[in-house]
């Protein structure tokens, strides 16, 4: 059931699309992370944020 209400949605997007990506093990961090939660490396990476349809 797809989301009508445009505060709620643009909370889910937020929620699920801006977060970092640990090089080393994986691990999803906040936004403003330095370094991992969890193996404390400091390659990180933004999440993929581009739109489309799965292949």
């Known amino acids: 059931m797809p ?3 445009v505060v709620k949605k643009q909370i889910a997007q937020q929620r699920r699309l801006f977060f970092k990506i640990c090089f080393n093990c994986g691990a999803k961090n906040p ?17 993929n944020r581009t739109l489309g349809v799965k292949k």
């Open 3 to 5: 989301i009508t209400d």
């Open 31 to 47: 936004i403003l992370s330095t370094r991992c939660r969890k193996c404390h490396a400091k390659q990180m990476r933004l999440k």
